[in-house]
């Protein structure tokens, strides 16, 4: 079976289009299309409009609103052309476009090019912020500004450059202006990332991840930035509007795709994941590690995963000390744009929704984030769908070429009116680097309360009540304008900024904080006020502002609020104390850990920044009145656990080998071991592994073997782990194609050597290696193609159809006719079971080399999912393309990247993991070619994919 990964913030979907795609050529579409918009789902007090479609613009990527309440988009018409070949293209570059409605009728009535750009190759971002136009196009953060107000751009800037992921969804993401000023922005895991700011400062920032495009074949994990910190994947960051103070705000990320910003100044996004089950919508601590890679970026989860770790604990590293929690799982889709809406002009059950798109889904996430502790609890509600019946009750997978399907919503942005506003990429694919529409076309839609007429206000920024009015308005970034004029005026500007903390939207009044804090002394002493106000969000606001502005005085305000009553508030200390030393920050990180339940992992994890360096000094005051290690409470154990330090190798010994603890307890021991970077922690787990207790000595061993290849790989001088076990056997092939190579051995000896380990798993490899690298006889090529697609192994047979021909007349199979057959799903799970399972898992059964296909049914329908099975090598996963290692010793093995330093990871199709010291590699290469076999080399017949498609789109029941 193909690996169906749903994967980039646009992800693969494989669905029959001809008959659309031939529509779509013929100019009368645009006007059929005018009067059949999509009927959107959403609550009976709201109504959706469709207020934009092509030709006024094509492929949106990202939208934003302008102080006159405009549209403007970013258009990705030239997407991926190294895949995809559209009708439409534009020779000159991708394009900005600006729309507006100027009759006041609820649809765009005006679309304009503002910019077309060759340095412009699909851009994902775009923000107007007053005169300027910032967009988002790897490598590059562009800003095109209009001096004169014509709508065209006078200059262009290269504001900031660097980034990784040309032409690449994991790329450079759009730009926000926070509450403070400055800009926010994200991009994803397509490094590597080297961005000097204005100040000379320089991110270096990379992972193990390449692929998805030509263009991404280099990347590297633990790059140390000026500030001495690996910051590794996707990152969101920080910057002035100057170009100066890049910094790293979180980090290790897939891809998601936006970074929302409230006005209290929370960061929130969703994520993007490596199988069909585990993304992800979650609030960002400062400075958290979101535990997508390993922390340094070498490994990806997948060489992590620990045995008994359930999808969605491992792919976001959940039970390792030093990472985030994830947040909501939301399963199967594809995430992208995300707003916070802040506006009462939909009415109170609105304000304060945070809105999350998923173009996989079909559908805007809605949450109302509620304070749990130090973090946030996150309640999920589809808001806008263009499927009315529920995916778990309406068996929509039976329908082909289903047009609710196209509904693809690409981003989501709040206008100057209070509307929300969609934008939908529509198309029956969306993303990883494909599209099948080839005409480009996109709508926006608009969001309204029913029967209630929102408008635009024109802002005068002439006068102090109509800055005020633009810092009020719902449209995030318009407010900056609103911002950058009041913070002009200085102390003038405070009393009526002021009055807006009596505002009923407390949004209105966190914008009020922030701004107070930047008005000079008088300003910064309203703030400090405001550190005893009753509203914890408004206290942390005025903390984090007043952290900004008077950064000399941050231990009073530590001191003042280290207890505080809201654990909130006190994990944002916490958090500001990462790079205080201990001399100075001890008594208040004493009274921090006091307040520290033992349960809120948020809390946690705030603390372990606020100790970051300094766990040896403070392990002693930890356990000082904790008692003999096995009798810790809960709070004593998670703490050691999060900190594990080298003072606490001997009690975490003891608790692990304890018979009267819970298996639970004895596994974070081990675990809080694991973590531990000193041989005396490697000596540990060594002695642990001989253990009486069965499930120590088995997780300990465990640990052995796997650190052996990364952290305590120095520590210790290990007996040889790489031992190869059939040696003999690859001496003997080795041997072989040194014959075949050997142009004075008579051409029937070479032949009957290369028919020798034709017939051989380890010689087949050997050969496909010599042809892959042009190295292989022509002479003897006929001979292997009749021998090596009987090879005994199924990888060797899928790889060689790249290489050799295939023996006969290849049949061909048919999707149209498939989906014309009566299908069975018992039949089909007997077929997946049989063909599938090994790699795959659905249901309970399974395995997991490949994704989880448990939820496919919610990504795809019958002739999308027959197209990828058919059509393995289409469009490969992101992170599951195949690589070609070969040995200085001439072996050759193929398999999945997991982890790349000082030892390369590589995992075989069967599930095998074989481990390389770095020096023992002579080459290594990305291959182009599924390692999962087409129906073909399966044996598959038609009726048999009509089945096993039947049994993958139905819910699982075992």
Not at 699 to 724: S, V
Not at 753 to 781: H, T
Not at 840 to 849: P, R, V
């Amino acid at each position: 079976m193909k690996y169906l990964l749903l994967t980039s913030c646009l992800t693969f979907f494989f669905v029959s289009h001809n008959q659309v795609v031939q529509q779509l050529s013929y100019p009368s579409v645009w006007k059929e299309r005018k009067t059949e918009p999509l009927e959107l789902v959403l609550p009976d007090d709201l109504e959706a409009t469709l207020w934009a479609e092509s030709p006024q613009f094509f492929n949106p990527t990202n939208i934003d609103v302008d102080n006159k309440g405009r549209i403007w988009v970013t258009e990705a018409v030239n997407y991926r052309d190294f895949n995809n070949k559209p009708e439409r293209h534009h020779p000159q570059g991708d394009r900005v476009m600006i729309l507006e409605d100027t009759d006041g009728d609820g649809k765009a009535d005006n679309s304009k090019v503002f910019v077309q750009d060759k340095d412009l190759v699909a851009p994902l971002g775009i923000a107007v912020i007053g005169n300027k136009v910032i967009v988002s196009c790897a490598p590059n953060l562009i800003i095109y500004t209009d001096t004169n107000g014509d709508d065209k751009p006078d200059s262009k800037e290269i504001f900031l450059k660097g980034f990784g992921g040309y032409d690449h969804d994991h790329s450079l993401h759009s730009v926000v202006a926070g509450p403070d000023g400055n800009w926010y922005f994200n991009t994803g895991n397509a490094g590597p990332h080297t961005v000097t700011d204005k100040n000379g400062w320089t991110l270096r920032s990379g992972s193990i991840y390449t692929g998805g495009t030509p263009y991404n074949k280099e990347n590297q994990g633990n790059r140390k930035s000026d500030d001495g910190r690996v910051w590794v994947g996707g990152m969101a960051l920080r910057i002035g509007n100057d170009g100066k103070g890049l910094k790293v705000l979180a980090h290790n990320f897939r891809n998601a795709y936006e970074l929302a910003i409230d006005s209290y100044g929370n960061m929130w996004q969703n994520d993007n994941d490596d199988q069909v089950v585990t993304c992800r919508t979650t609030w960002l601590m400062e400075g958290g590690n979101a535990g997508y890679f390993s922390a340094d970026g070498t490994r990806f989860w997948q060489a992590d995963k620990r045995p008994g770790q359930d999808m969605f604990a491992a792919h976001w590293h959940q039970e390792d000390p030093g990472v985030i929690p994830a947040g909501d799982n939301t399963g199967a889709g594809s995430p992208t744009g995300v707003a916070v809406y802040e506006s009462d002009a939909l009415g109170p059950n609105y304000r304060g929704m945070l809105l999350s798109a998923d173009a996989g889904r079909n559908v805007i996430f809605a949450y109302k984030p509620q304070p749990q502790g130090a973090g946030y609890q996150l309640n999920r509600i589809d808001l806008i769908s263009s499927l009315k019946e529920s995916t778990e009750n309406y068996v929509w997978n039976e329908q082909v070429n289903d047009l609710r399907k196209w509904f693809r919503p690409s981003d989501v942005a709040v206008g100057t009116d209070g509307a929300i506003y969609i934008a939908d990429w529509y198309d029956s694919v969306v993303g990883g680097h494909l599209m099948h529409d080839k005409e480009g076309y996109g709508r926006i839609y608009r969001i309204t309360p029913k029967n209630k007429k929102l408008i635009s206000p024109s802002y005068n920024l002439k006068t102090t009540s109509g800055q005020i009015q633009a810092l009020l308005s719902p449209a995030i970034n318009v407010r900056n304008t609103g911002f950058e004029m009041l913070k002009a005026k200085g102390s003038k500007a405070i009393k009526p900024v002021r009055k807006l903390l009596e505002d009923t939207n407390p949004y209105h009044q966190a914008r009020a904080v922030w701004l107070l804090a930047q008005l000079g002394s008088k300003g910064i002493t309203e703030v400090e006020n405001l550190l005893t106000h009753t509203n914890p969000d408004i206290r942390i606001t005025a903390f984090r502002a007043l952290k900004q502005v008077k950064s000399d005085n941050l231990l009073t305000y530590t001191t003042k609020l280290a207890q505080d009553n809201s654990p909130a508030v006190r994990r944002e200390i916490a958090v500001a104390l990462r790079e205080v030393p201990l001399e100075k920050s001890q008594a208040i990180i004493t009274d921090l850990v006091n307040g520290y339940d033992g349960k809120d992992r948020w809390y946690l994890e705030a603390l372990g920044m606020a100790l970051e360096g300094k766990e040896e000094s403070m392990y002693a005051q930890l356990i000082a009145n904790a008692g003999e290690a096995v009798k810790w409470d809960e709070k004593t154990t998670s703490l050691i656990w999060r900190l594990h330090p080298v003072a606490a190798i001997e009690a975490l010994k003891s608790r692990a080998n304890a018979a009267e603890l819970s298996a639970e307890e004895r596994k974070k021991a081990l675990v809080a071991l694991g973590f531990t970077k000193d041989a005396k922690a490697a000596l540990a787990m060594t002695e642990l592994s001989k253990s009486t207790l069965p499930d120590v000595a088995d997780q300990a061993y465990w640990w052995l073997k796997f650190r052996q290849g990364n952290d305590w790989l120095a520590l210790l001088n290990w007996e040889e782990t790489f031992a190869d076990d059939q040696l003999a056997l690859r001496e003997k092939m080795y041997t072989l194609q040194q014959q075949i190579l050997d142009k004075t051995k008579p051409a029937t000896a070479r032949t009957e050597a290369a028919l020798e380990m034709a017939k051989d798993k380890i010689g087949g490899q050997m050969l496909i290696s010599l042809v892959s690298d042009k190295k292989l006889p022509a002479e003897v090529n006929e001979a292997v193609s009749s021998a090596i697609f009987l090879n005994p192994d199924q990888t060797v047979r899928v790889l060689a159809g790249d290489y050799f021909t295939r023996p006969g007349n290849a049949k061909t199979v048919s999707v149209k006719q498939i989906t014309q057959l009566q299908a069975f799903v018992d039949k089909g799970k007997a077929i997946f079971q049989k063909n599938c399972s090994t790699c795959h898992k659905h249901g309970n059964t399974g395995g997991e080399i490949g994704p989880d296909l448990t939820q496919i049914h919610k990504k795809f329908d019958k002739t999308g999912l027959l197209d990828a099975i058919i059509n393995p090598s289409a469009g490969m996963a992101f992170g599951y393309e195949p690589w070609m290692i070969q040995t200085k010793k001439g072996s050759s093995f193929y398999g999945f990247l997991m982890a790349d330093g000082p030892t390369l990871v590589l995992k075989d199709p069967a599930g095998g993991q074989h481990t390389f010291k770095a020096g023992d590699i002579a080459s290594r290469k990305q291959l182009t070619t599924s390692l999962m076999p087409d129906p073909l080399t399966m044996g598959l017949a038609e009726q048999d994919l009509a089945d096993v498609a039947q049994y993958l789109l139905s819910f699982p029941t075992n």
